[in-house]
């Protein structure tokens, strides 16, 4: 079976660049359990940008997605790969 990778962009209002992460667990062998790890990943993050004081009261923003091996190659013009 198949693990789903979560590809995460949280961006911060008025920064230049957004921060991205990508987690894959072995756990991920379906979407909705991807799905299900969503929320509490971006609460983490979201606690995280709250400890800058640079980002104080400022809007974060996250787009995810849990995509399959397949999924991730086309996203990112993966041709081929060895794993």
């Known amino acids: 079976m198949d693990a789903f990778t979560m590809v995460i962009m949280a961006c911060v209002a008025g920064e230049a660049h957004c921060a ?3 987690i894959s667990e ?3 062998t379906t979407a909705q359990a991807c799905e299900a790890r969503i929320d509490d990943i971006a609460r983490t993050m979201t606690r995280e940008f709250g400890k800058r004081p640079e980002f104080k ?8 997605s849990c995509m399959d091996r397949a999924q991730l190659a086309a996203k990112f013009g993966i ?3 060895d794993t």
Not at 57 to 64: L, S
């Open 57 to 64: 009261g400022r809007q974060v923003t996250y787009d995810v």
């Open 26 to 28: 072995m756990s991920f």
């Open 20 to 22: 991205t992460s990508r």
């Open 79 to 81: 041709a081929s790969s």
